[in-house]
């Protein structure tokens, strides 16, 4: 392979690692987000859209439910061993949004529309630190255009479908090394992809006390088509090549079995197993339009899990109480890790509360703090200096998120 592919294989091969489960953003709507995502065996609002369509059917009239999540990441790395030297990942605020608008036509259909952010997220670190050659600024964002349709089999059981059309944007601003020369270039790349993908629901009231959820969404291929800027001395500009590429994405699909149990009229106690199949992402091809070149490169991802587990104590007839726990498994092995946003296990705390301010209006509150595991990496088989691999060393991080709805029913 000429030098000039290299240099850019390899700027595009490793910002791609942002698309591991650190940017898969499950939180849709502020009660489910309040009990941990525990929401399968529930979905007792718009976000069944999301969470499990079969809930649509459970839902009166005509409801409007609009809210946003505010995220606030954090993240640092000391290294690159065997040097301790610390630097931090800028601070920055996401705002994911979502919409949903349902309506129940009679006895056995209900329908419903939304838009989420599914995945997202994004990292800018200092131009000059020591991992510039892997990430300075990377962002990601998908829109999901939903309808799903909801159909009630039995007093018990209830089934649903949705189809979405997927957008999502891509930027990456990092530099590559042009040794031997002492210089670098600064890459810009940014990009657009389209696809389609689709989700099944079901929802079993075994009795009373008891709900029992199935939920399936599946993956979906976004077909990335970019344009890559490059900044470099006059002289060395040649050596890495500007133009545009395509290089197909896969995302994963999301199994998740939940059940619900209601031992008194006041108290509702959830737990969801969520299983994620990251897998799918084997590997990258990246296709240089212009030249018909095609780079093929292992990522070899590992499926993931997480399990939740939420509750709710109705205090009132106006408030409620809500609270949960989450664990959440990453998909990347250590000689992947790097910081476009870094990924390891990690632990989620949860609280929240809803308010209804009129019978028709309410409003939803939930935080969440997720901690990350420190996670030190030995056997790094990242690309960093443009031909020199092994970026190890110890990343902390952690994130704040913040999640409000307003919801307004339609008799």
Avoid: C
């Avoid at 390891?344 to 939803?364: E, H, Q, W």
């Avoid at 030995?378 to 998120?401: K, W």
């Amino acid at each position: 392979m000429n030098q000039k592919l290299r240099f850019f294989i390899i700027s595009l091969v490793v910002s791609t690692q942002l698309f591991a489960s650190g940017f898969q953003i499950n939180e849709h709507g502020a009660k489910g987000m309040a009990m941990a995502g525990a929401y399968t065996a529930l979905a007792l609002d718009g976000s069944a859209l999301f969470y499990n369509p079969a809930g649509l059917s459970q839902l009166d009239g005509t409801q409007i439910m609009l809210g946003t999540t505010l995220i606030s990441p954090s993240a640092s790395f000391r290294g690159v061993t065997p040097a301790i030297d610390e630097s931090s990942m800028e601070s920055a605020l996401f705002t994911p949004i979502n919409l949903y608008v349902t309506h129940k036509l009679n006895d056995k259909w209900a329908f419903g529309f939304g838009v989420n952010n599914q995945y997202g997220l994004g990292s800018t670190w200092d131009e000059n630190w020591d991992g510039r050659y892997l990430a300075i600024d990377t962002e990601v964002q998908t829109f999901y255009f939903t309808g799903g349709a909801s159909y009630t089999v039995s007093d018990k059981l209830s089934i649903g479908v949705t189809a979405s059309y997927v957008h999502g944007t891509v930027t990456i601003i990092k530099k590559n090394s042009l040794a031997p020369f002492d210089a670098d270039a600064l890459i810009d790349l940014s990009g657009t992809g389209n696809s389609f993908a689709y989700s099944v629901g079901l929802l079993y009231k075994v009795s009373d006390k008891l709900n029992v959820g199935l939920d399936f969404r599946s993956g979906t291929e976004v077909e990335f088509e970019g344009t890559a800027d490059v900044t470099a001395p006059s002289s060395l500009i040649s050596l890495v090549p500007a133009g545009d590429i395509t290089a197909p994405l896969t995302l994963p699909y999301n199994a998740t079995i939940g059940i619900a149990l209601m031992p008194s009229k006041k108290l509702t106690v959830s737990a969801d197993f969520q299983y994620v199949g990251w897998s799918s992402y084997d590997k990258l091809e990246v296709t240089f339009t212009e030249t018909d070149y095609v780079s093929t490169s292992i990522r070899d991802y590992t499926d993931a899990w997480i399990a939740r587990l939420g509750a709710e104590y109705h205090m009132s007839d106006k408030f409620d109480l809500r609270g949960g726990l989450l664990y959440d498994s990453n998909p990347v092995k250590d000689e992947l890790v790097e910081p476009t946003l870094p990924d390891a296990d990690r632990l989620g705390l949860n609280i929240g509360f809803g308010y209804k301010i009129t019978p028709n209006i309410s409003v939803d509150l939930a935080y969440l703090y997720l901690r990350f595991a420190e996670r030190t990496v030995t056997n790094s088989e990242v690309d960093y200096t443009g031909g020199v691999a092994g970026f190890n060393g110890t990343y902390n991080s952690s994130a704040h998120l913040l999640g409000l709805n307003f919801s307004y029913l339609i008799n």
